[in-house]
Protein backbone atom coordinates (compact mmCIF):
# COMPACT_ATOMS: atom_id res chain seq x y z
CA UNK A 1 0.00 0.00 0.00
CA UNK A 2 2.87 2.29 0.59
CA UNK A 3 4.32 2.17 -2.71
CA UNK A 4 1.61 2.56 -4.12
CA UNK A 5 0.97 5.65 -2.08
CA UNK A 6 4.26 6.98 -2.92
CA UNK A 7 3.59 6.66 -6.41
CA UNK A 8 0.65 8.45 -6.40
CA UNK A 9 1.89 11.48 -5.15
CA UNK A 10 4.77 11.77 -7.13
CA UNK A 11 2.63 11.02 -10.13
CA UNK A 12 -0.06 14.31 -8.32
CA UNK A 13 2.84 16.20 -8.35
CA UNK A 14 4.22 15.57 -12.25
CA UNK A 15 0.50 16.70 -13.02
CA UNK A 16 1.01 19.50 -11.24
CA UNK A 17 4.14 20.72 -12.05
CA UNK A 18 3.18 20.04 -16.25
CA UNK A 19 -0.29 22.15 -14.70
CA UNK A 20 1.70 25.46 -13.32
CA UNK A 21 4.67 24.96 -16.67
CA UNK A 22 1.46 25.75 -19.19
CA UNK A 23 0.16 28.44 -16.95
CA UNK A 24 -2.61 26.61 -15.30
CA UNK A 25 -3.16 26.96 -11.16
CA UNK A 26 -1.36 23.91 -10.84
CA UNK A 27 -0.73 24.08 -7.02
CA UNK A 28 -4.20 24.23 -6.29
CA UNK A 29 -4.69 21.55 -8.15
CA UNK A 30 -2.16 19.70 -6.31
CA UNK A 31 -3.64 20.85 -3.34
CA UNK A 32 -7.16 19.59 -4.25
CA UNK A 33 -5.57 16.01 -5.70
CA UNK A 34 -3.98 15.34 -2.64
CA UNK A 35 -7.34 16.49 -0.44
CA UNK A 36 -10.04 13.53 -2.83
CA UNK A 37 -6.68 10.86 -2.21
CA UNK A 38 -6.64 11.57 1.44
CA UNK A 39 -10.90 11.27 1.39
CA UNK A 40 -10.64 8.74 -0.72
CA UNK A 41 -8.51 6.15 1.30
CA UNK A 42 -10.17 7.29 4.36
CA UNK A 43 -13.30 6.18 2.88
CA UNK A 44 -12.31 3.12 0.93
CA UNK A 45 -9.94 1.97 2.76
CA UNK A 46 -10.17 3.35 6.26
CA UNK A 47 -6.23 4.60 5.83
CA UNK A 48 -5.87 8.45 7.72
CA UNK A 49 -2.60 10.26 6.28
CA UNK A 50 -2.59 12.01 9.54
CA UNK A 51 -2.03 15.34 8.09
CA UNK A 52 -1.73 18.24 11.15
CA UNK A 53 -4.46 20.18 11.85
CA UNK A 54 -5.04 22.67 9.68
CA UNK A 55 -2.47 21.27 6.64
CA UNK A 56 -4.81 21.98 3.98
CA UNK A 57 -5.55 25.15 5.11
CA UNK A 58 -1.94 26.66 5.36
CA UNK A 59 -1.00 25.00 2.13
CA UNK A 60 -3.83 26.73 0.73
CA UNK A 61 -2.09 30.03 2.26
CA UNK A 62 1.24 29.22 0.67
CA UNK A 63 -0.59 28.75 -2.78
CA UNK A 64 -2.33 31.43 -2.80
CA UNK A 65 0.50 33.44 -1.86
CA UNK A 66 3.04 31.99 -4.54
CA UNK A 67 0.19 32.91 -7.12
CA UNK A 68 0.21 36.19 -5.90
CA UNK A 69 3.99 36.42 -5.69
CA UNK A 70 3.75 35.35 -9.52
CA UNK A 71 1.78 38.07 -10.64
CA UNK A 72 3.79 40.96 -8.88
CA UNK A 73 7.25 39.43 -9.68
CA UNK A 74 5.64 40.12 -13.36
CA UNK A 75 4.64 43.55 -12.72
CA UNK A 76 7.78 43.94 -10.70
CA UNK A 77 10.18 43.32 -13.60
CA UNK A 78 8.24 45.54 -16.08
CA UNK A 79 8.80 48.24 -14.05
CA UNK A 80 11.81 47.83 -13.17
CA UNK A 81 13.26 48.16 -16.69
CA UNK A 82 10.59 50.84 -17.44
CA UNK A 83 7.99 49.19 -18.73
CA UNK A 84 4.27 49.92 -18.67
CA UNK A 85 1.60 48.86 -17.13
CA UNK A 86 0.16 47.25 -20.01
CA UNK A 87 3.01 45.61 -20.81
CA UNK A 88 2.94 43.63 -17.46
CA UNK A 89 -0.70 42.97 -17.76
CA UNK A 90 -1.06 41.91 -21.78
CA UNK A 91 2.37 39.36 -20.95
CA UNK A 92 -0.05 37.46 -18.58
CA UNK A 93 -2.43 37.07 -21.63
CA UNK A 94 0.41 36.58 -24.03
CA UNK A 95 1.25 33.86 -21.87
CA UNK A 96 -1.81 32.21 -21.64
CA UNK A 97 -2.10 32.46 -25.51
CA UNK A 98 0.75 31.32 -26.02
CA UNK A 99 0.56 28.20 -24.09
CA UNK A 100 -2.98 27.42 -25.78
CA UNK A 101 -1.61 27.50 -28.63
CA UNK A 102 1.81 25.40 -28.17
CA UNK A 103 0.39 22.99 -26.29
CA UNK A 104 -1.91 22.47 -29.22
CA UNK A 105 1.08 22.12 -31.72
CA UNK A 106 3.26 20.11 -29.45
CA UNK A 107 1.56 19.14 -26.02
CA UNK A 108 3.54 19.73 -22.76
CA UNK A 109 7.00 21.12 -24.53
CA UNK A 110 5.39 23.85 -26.83
CA UNK A 111 2.82 24.89 -23.91
CA UNK A 112 6.01 25.94 -21.99
CA UNK A 113 7.67 27.34 -24.91
CA UNK A 114 4.18 28.92 -26.23
CA UNK A 115 4.44 30.70 -22.39
CA UNK A 116 7.75 32.02 -22.65
CA UNK A 117 7.65 32.90 -26.75
CA UNK A 118 4.02 34.29 -26.59
CA UNK A 119 4.69 36.75 -23.57
CA UNK A 120 7.84 38.03 -25.18
CA UNK A 121 6.15 38.70 -27.95
CA UNK A 122 3.42 40.83 -26.98
CA UNK A 123 4.97 42.24 -24.25
CA UNK A 124 7.97 43.61 -27.06
CA UNK A 125 5.35 44.61 -29.82
CA UNK A 126 3.42 46.72 -26.82
CA UNK A 127 6.31 48.16 -25.53
CA UNK A 128 7.61 48.82 -29.66
CA UNK A 129 3.98 50.62 -30.23
CA UNK A 130 4.35 52.13 -26.94
CA UNK A 131 7.03 54.25 -28.47
CA UNK A 132 10.24 52.49 -26.92
CA UNK A 133 12.85 51.33 -28.98
CA UNK A 134 14.33 47.85 -30.44
CA UNK A 135 16.67 47.22 -27.51
CA UNK A 136 14.45 48.68 -25.08
CA UNK A 137 11.41 46.46 -25.72
CA UNK A 138 13.80 43.35 -25.85
CA UNK A 139 15.22 44.19 -22.16
CA UNK A 140 11.76 44.62 -21.04
CA UNK A 141 10.59 41.46 -22.79
CA UNK A 142 13.17 39.73 -21.72
CA UNK A 143 12.21 40.87 -18.21
CA UNK A 144 9.04 39.45 -18.13
CA UNK A 145 9.96 36.15 -19.19
CA UNK A 146 12.66 36.00 -16.44
CA UNK A 147 9.84 36.60 -13.90
CA UNK A 148 7.82 33.74 -15.49
CA UNK A 149 10.55 31.09 -15.54
CA UNK A 150 11.36 32.18 -11.86
CA UNK A 151 8.11 31.81 -10.77
CA UNK A 152 7.36 28.97 -12.01
CA UNK A 153 10.21 27.42 -10.74
CA UNK A 154 9.42 28.59 -7.36
CA UNK A 155 5.57 27.10 -7.75
CA UNK A 156 7.56 23.63 -9.12
CA UNK A 157 9.50 23.96 -5.92
CA UNK A 158 6.51 24.56 -3.51
CA UNK A 159 4.98 21.39 -4.74
CA UNK A 160 8.15 19.43 -4.56
CA UNK A 161 8.41 20.82 -1.27
CA UNK A 162 5.00 19.48 -0.47
CA UNK A 163 5.40 16.10 -2.35
CA UNK A 164 8.19 15.33 0.04
CA UNK A 165 6.62 16.02 3.08
CA UNK A 166 4.10 13.71 2.38
CA UNK A 167 6.18 10.96 1.18
CA UNK A 168 8.65 11.28 4.19
CA UNK A 169 5.72 11.47 6.77
Given at each position: ????????????????????????????????????????????????????????????????????????????????????????????????????????????????????????LVTYYNE???????????????STTWSYV????????????????????
Amino acid sequence: MDNIMIAAIVLMAIISIILVWINLPGTFVFLLLIFCFEFFLRTTFHYFIGFPENFLMIMLIIFVVAEAIEFLLNAIMVKLYGGKNSSAFLSIIGAIVGATIGNLILPIIGAFLGLIIGAYLVTYYNEKSLGEDSEKAAQIAKSTTWSYVLAKSMKSSIILMLMFYLILN
